[in-house]
């Protein structure tokens, strides 16, 4: 792999910052530069860095694939105005659930959504635009990750041999991809990003399609929102690394009302991590896991069963698909 790792240890939060702006503007020039704003640590700070070198030649985008969290799209669009970052607010959920239908293999669900992506939402908006330049959020696991074939993640273009100006009509410039999470949510805090941003949980590029096993359909992309919202809530206070919920694709045997009841199955994870690349499950206390059990299984419609996951990365991986 080429991309070499700076350490959180190594980092210079002050210097790091200046050096990218100072890339960034020279790359762009007095040109017009995307970035994508997904909301999450890693594209939040892209976007500071860029508003930083290119001000109002800047054109930031939030894309609603329809795979967000509850109320994630607007909110986040609030919040960088409060920072005076304009965000328009894409709705591309059709061309995403069209392009995931009757997917159920984990690789060609990320390609679907790297084609929806790249190849459809970001190359219209280039186009429209008249940008050739996309900013994005990859980070050092992401690279490494795909780069072993452990899981492709969907933002890996050019270390997988894909050209994404040939392929696009768009250079893809990645700020962050010698960096791992801990060290970009230090320079989240000082380009002045609210806690809540630097300091969330993450959550993955394909968003809730990577915690929907099987085929991603809206009905089930629901099931998996509302179970987050709920895990989100309970574990907030926990320290812990990241948590979240997955949909299983098979139903299970389940009682209401002292009867059989075929159902959902909701999966939670949560866990001690600093960089992503190993990670261990955390304890939960038996209440929080019995609280955790209660609300999913009533305010989640259809859902019989939650389980928990008690396995270290490896061999599992922190997401399920």
């Known amino acids: 792999m080429d991309v070499k790792e700076i350490t959180l240890e190594e980092l210079d939060t002050e210097r ?9 503007s020279s790359e762009v020039d007095d040109r017009v530069a995307i970035s994508a704003l997904s909301g999450g640590v890693d594209s939040a700070v ?51 659930f069209d392009a995931l239908k ?6 060609e669900k990320r390609h679907a959504i790297t084609r929806s992506f790249y190849g459809d939402v970001f190359a219209r908006l280039v186009r429209e635009s008249g940008s050739k330049f996309l900013l994005q ?31 696009y009509g768009y250079r893809v410039i990645e700020p962050l991809i010698q960096l791992r999470k801990s060290s970009i949510r230090k320079l989240g805090k000082a380009l002045g990003l609210p806690e809540e941003i630097y ?32 895990v989100e809530e309970e574990l907030a206070q926990s320290g812990a690394f990241q948590y979240l919920a997955i949909l299983h ?3 299970v045997t389940g009682i209401r009302d002292g009867k059989r009841d075929y ?13 992503a690349k ?28 939650v389980t928990y996951n008690i396995t270290k990365k490896p061999p599992s991986t922190i997401e399920a698909v």
Not at 199 to 219: I, K, N
Not at 263 to 275: A, H, K, L, P
Request: aromatic share 6%.
């Open 263 to 275: 159902g959902y199955q909701i999966e939670v994870r949560c866990w001690e991590s600093t960089d």
């Open 137 to 167: 959020g990859t980070n050092y696991t992401d690279v490494e990750e795909t780069v072993a074939g452990i899981k492709r993640q969907h933002n890996i273009l050019e270390q997988l041999g894909i050209n994404p100006e040939e392929a």
């Open 278 to 305: 190993i990670g261990s499950p955390t304890r939960l206390a038996n209440k929080v896991l019995d609280r955790l059990a209660e609300r999913i299984t009533t305010e989640v419609p259809g859902v019989v069963s």
């Open 46 to 96: 892209v976007t500071m860095l860029a508003h930083q070198a290119l001000g109002d030649r800047l054109k930031t985008y939030f894309i609603d694939s329809g795979l967000m969290r509850a109320g994630e799209p607007e909110h986040i669009v609030s919040v960088f105005k409060k920072l005076g970052v304009p965000v328009e607010l894409i709705d591309a959920q059709e061309t995403f």
């Open 16 to 24: 790091f910052i200046a050096e990218k702006v100072q890339e960034i």
């Open 249 to 251: 694709e098979d139903r």
């Open 102 to 107: 009757g997917q159920t293999d984990p690789e």
């Open 199 to 230: 300091s969330r949980p993450p959550f993955p590029g394909p968003a809730l399609a990577a915690r929907v096993m099987g085929e991603v359909t809206p009905e089930r992309v629901r099931l998996v929102r509302s179970a987050t919202t709920i």
